[in-house]
DNA sequence: GCAAAAGTGTTCTCGGTACACCCATGC
DNA sequence: GCATGGGTGTACCGAGAACACTTTTGC
């Protein structure tokens, strides 16, 4: 029998890209390394999986420990092994995307990877430059949410439990990056059946107060039982502004 | 500065599920193994990946030494690592699939690792009994597969450069897994202008000779520089089947 | 001439899109 | 009373789906 010990010299890590949602902004949780490589820079909350640990058991541990972070939507993305992507030898990473609610919770690093944990825009990311090739991950996770908000309805997942049409819509187009027709989105939206009327108002605005909905999961579930797909079409409108 | 070193010692393998369409049947290639573990076992063409080797480069690197392949459309789908899933140690692998045109090529095991090499129908699977978690991963990548030739013009991958109309529609069929309707079918594939139509038809058939359609690389590439969708809708045939 | 698959058009329905005005609240 | 966002209906258009008969070949 072939002797195998050589290969048995890598790890392996999991990487989580946590999206969130304020106000009309998408964000991503990012931590401030304490320990090398790449120390003191900007990183996904990722880690190193145990020998005993399967790897969506590592990517919510790792989303607990770095980040605070319990019970949420969590799927994996794809994996990343570029020889030299990690100077301590061979790693391979699974990335990982999650959505969290924003206002529910408030980053506290109380471990000794993450020195600071804070939320970015995603559109200034790029700025940051990430450790290891994080960047990447970052792109490649945000089109999988891109694609995946059409066909699934996560975006819940980042919303309050009540929340009103137009935080929902102004989420849809944070992710999709366009413009939504209000009158065409809520159509579409309440046509699903898949909103529970609260028969609650908003307080405290400064206009006529926006009605409550609650995401109906049990119908959800229905739906999913008899196969279904959920999808948001794009308004034409961003044409014309390129035209003109 | 921390240890690491508890963490390097595990491995990682890629494992293809190459899929080929032969007549009117769906196929995936499978090796029967001829080394430990899992010996005599149809499995996944897949072996560990090389210290000094990424993700891409060793699954075309199996392709090649395990099934002969060379030059096939290949994608990452998802990874794998359960605990216990291999029994010398611990062993994450990613799967990825890839399309080949079936009758192109005669499979020759030319390594240790395959003592035969054979095409199954995709629907035989299940009563093989496959090695490690490769059964799992099998359903996985088709059902990838299934998503992914609703949006791209994929399926073209695993056709010979000529084919009819007709073996076009049956490959969308055992993919998809139902009924199209063939007015409807070709109405909408030749709408997208993605076939060159050769001027040229079937020959030795005993009924009316098809015509012969290549696929337009050229023109599939400036449709995806201005981004584009592709989509084919199933009958509702099988409805009224399930009825009566 | 008969079996077997190729090829071809029209109608209907439904979902997508465009589009503009009045309403309720806080200040 | 004014600024701010909430809320609503209709007409048009295009893509998808249903559906049946004639044509060409090998034998």
Chains 1, 2 share one sequence.
Not at 102 to 115: C, G, L, R, S
Not at 127 to 141: G, I, K, P, Q, W
């Amino acid at each position: 029998m072939k002797n195998f010990d050589s290969y048995f010299k890598s790890a392996f890590t999991v990487d989580n890209v946590i999206f969130g949602f304020d106000e009309s902004d998408l964000k991503i949780l990012l931590i401030k390394r304490q320990e090398d490589p790449y120390i003191d820079h900007w990183a996904l909350p990722g880690y190193f999986v145990l020998p005993d640990e399967d790897l969506n058991t590592a990517a919510r541990r790792v989303l607990k420990q770095l980040a605070g972070l319990d019970n949420v939507y969590l799927e994996q993305v794809k994996s990343f092994g570029a020889v030299d992507r990690h100077p301590f030898g061979r790693v391979i990473t699974v990335a990982y995307y999650s959505l969290v609610k924003i206002d529910n919770f408030n980053p506290q690093p109380d471990n000794d990877v993450a020195k600071e944990v804070r939320w970015f825009s995603v559109s200034d990311v790029s700025n940051l430059n990430l450790a290891f090739d994080h960047e990447e991950m970052v792109d490649v996770c945000f089109e999988t949410l891109k694609h995946q908000v059409r066909v699934r309805p996560i975006g819940f997942e980042l919303l309050p439990p009540k929340f009103t049409l137009t935080e929902l819509q102004h989420l849809y187009e944070a992710i999709l990056e366009t413009d939504l027709d209000k009158r065409n989105f809520r159509k579409k939206i309440l046509s699903m059946n898949l909103l529970i009327d609260l028969d609650e108002m908003q307080a405290g605005v400064a206009h006529r107060p926006a009605k409550l909905y609650q995401f109906d999961y049990d119908k959800y579930q229905e739906f999913l039982e008899e196969g279904f797909s959920f999808e948001v079409k794009e308004s034409k409108r961003k044409e014309r502004q390129a035209v003109s």
